[in-house]
């Protein structure tokens, strides 16, 4: 859904570019838009349309980037060692 500027009076006009999805997801990647929730309480006037709206476009980058890579990306080495050290365990037991 695109946004209204109207309602973000603090966005710079010209400043705040559209994501370009082709450049960071794969082809075969799933192309549902990303669902981002952003909370926040009160902020200095200024920086809601800066360092949040910097945080968002980020957000929204790295969501393209990584969508269908979560199983390798969350691949992690302890995880690996603790199923390695349950299996050594269990073959190894004495009945």
């Known amino acids: 859904m695109p ?3 109207d309602d973000l009076p603090e966005i710079v006009d010209g400043a705040l570019y559209p994501v370009d999805v082709e450049l960071l997801a794969a082809s075969d990647d799933p192309r549902h838009p990303p669902r981002i929730l952003l909370l926040y309480g009160s902020l200095p006037e200024g920086a809601y349309y800066r360092r949040i709206v910097d945080v968002m476009e980020e957000l929204v980058k790295f969501t393209w980037l990584t ?3 979560s199983a390798y990306l969350t691949d992690r080495y302890s995880e690996r060692v603790e199923t390695v050290e349950a299996v050594h365990a269990r073959v190894s037991k004495t009945s």
């Open 3 to 5: 946004v209204d500027l």
């Open 67 to 69: 969508r269908g890579r």
